[in-house]
């Protein structure tokens, strides 16, 4: 919808309205500004739409994008764990090792022995536990003789659970080392393939967030296009509307200041700004620079030019039919008592003078000497 209305505004904007019967006809002017700020309102109301959607896409990304960060930093985070647990590993394995060594040297040392021992009963005839027995000379050298090969027997025993339980002790070592080693192998490559996966979801987050980004600063900046274009559109809508009040002999007031300033004390009941306590506001605060230039609001006479104690510096300009406008706490005039001046011509310079806190501009609109609200007849 907006590209089929973008052919139509640019045209209005670039081939204006030749000089015709419309430039003699202020309404049928206005209508076809009309026409135009809407179709501009309509552009713009649509690319608002598109920035808040893209907007609120990226702040998604942004989301996932942190996301995406956390994640990566706690697969790190395991990462640098594991890798003081691999260093605990390699240390354990080293002390298995030593571990390990001292067995198999106690382990061939009591295979040793026990080797030894059963050479030397070869060496003695390969003699029968029953022969040692039957080859005693009495009944106390039978027993002797029983005790000593119950003693060989029990030693023979205990020499061999001590080189079984060794040996199952250090295959039992190695298998804990193994299992170990094969645990923290099986973490490291989750941890890997995690900080992979992140590392991806990261780049492609990151990507996304800058297209939508560059997205959103275009529509930004034709946001502020339409804006503009729709402002300037309505000056020159309320310019013809005050030619089209100027023709009719109404009055039609510019505002008294360039670049619609803001306004700091509003017309009507408010606080007082010195003395504190309510008091009615009988015009309009503009917050302006000293120095300032000040306009005239509408055609007239200036009926009055003198310094108030509350006003300051004084101008009333009398614009007929019982309409007067007053411009107080000037800096200096411009004109002089008396002078017929016109709309939009320079009458005078803010200040700060009379009853005052800093410079600014008060501006009265009077009718038949009852003091109006200055913003019922600007376009603000």
């Known amino acids: 919808m907006r590209w089929l209305l973008v052919p139509a505004v640019v045209a209005c904007l670039i081939f204006p309205s030749a000089p015709d019967a419309a430039a003699d006809d202020p309404a049928s002017e206005l209508r076809k500004v009309e026409e135009r700020q809407q179709e501009v309102e309509a552009m713009l109301a649509e690319a608002k739409d598109d920035l808040n959607r893209v907007y609120w896409q990226r702040e998604q990304v942004k989301v996932y994008l942190q996301r995406a960060e956390n994640e990566m930093y706690l697969a790190q985070s395991k990462h640098a764990l594991l890798e003081e647990q691999r260093k605990g590993v390699q240390a354990s394995w080293s002390q298995l090792d030593a571990s390990a060594r001292e067995?198999?040297?106690?382990?061939?040392?009591?295979?040793?022995?026990?080797y030894n021992r059963l050479r030397a009963i070869q060496e003695r005839g390969r003699v029968s536990y029953v022969g040692v027995l039957l080859g005693a000379d009495s009944y106390s050298d039978f027993l002797s003789r029983m005790e000593m090969l119950k003693t060989i027997v029990q030693h023979d025993v205990a020499l061999m659970t001590v080189i079984r339980t060794d040996k199952q002790k250090l295959e039992a070592e190695r298998a804990v080392a193994a299992a170990e080693a094969a645990r923290l192998a099986d973490l490291q490559a989750q941890v890997s393939e995690q900080a992979a996966v992140a590392a991806g979801k990261q780049a492609e987050f990151k990507q996304q967030n800058a297209a939508l980004l560059e997205q959103e600063q275009a529509l930004a900046a034709e946001v502020a296009k339409w804006e503009l274009e729709w402002e300037r559109l309505g000056e020159e809508i309320y310019e013809i509307q005050l030619r089209m009040k100027r023709q009719a002999g109404r009055f039609a007031p510019m505002e008294p200041l360039?670049?619609?300033?803001?306004?700091?004390?509003?017309?009507?009941?408010?606080?007082?700004?010195?003395r504190g306590g309510s008091r009615n506001h009988g015009g309009t605060d503009f917050g302006v620079s000293r120095g300032t230039p000040v306009y005239a609001i509408e055609d007239g006479v200036v009926i009055a030019r003198r310094y108030d104690s509350v006003y300051g510096n004084l101008l009333i300009v009398d614009h007929g039919g019982g309409i007067a406008s007053w411009y107080a706490h000037l800096d200096g005039f411009n004109v002089a008592m008396g002078d017929t001046v016109v709309q939009g011509q320079q009458i005078g310079r803010v200040g700060s003078t009379g009853y005052s806190t800093g410079a600014h501009l008060h501006l009265e609109i009077r009718i038949n000497?009852?003091?109006?609200?200055?913003?019922?007849?600007?376009?603000?």
């Open 103 to 114: 067995s198999e040297k106690r382990l061939e040392s009591r295979k040793g022995q026990f």
């Open 258 to 274: 360039r670049g619609r300033p803001p306004i700091t004390d509003d017309f009507g009941l408010g606080t007082d700004p010195i």
């Open 369 to 380: 000497n009852v003091k109006q609200d200055p913003m019922s007849f600007f376009s603000r």
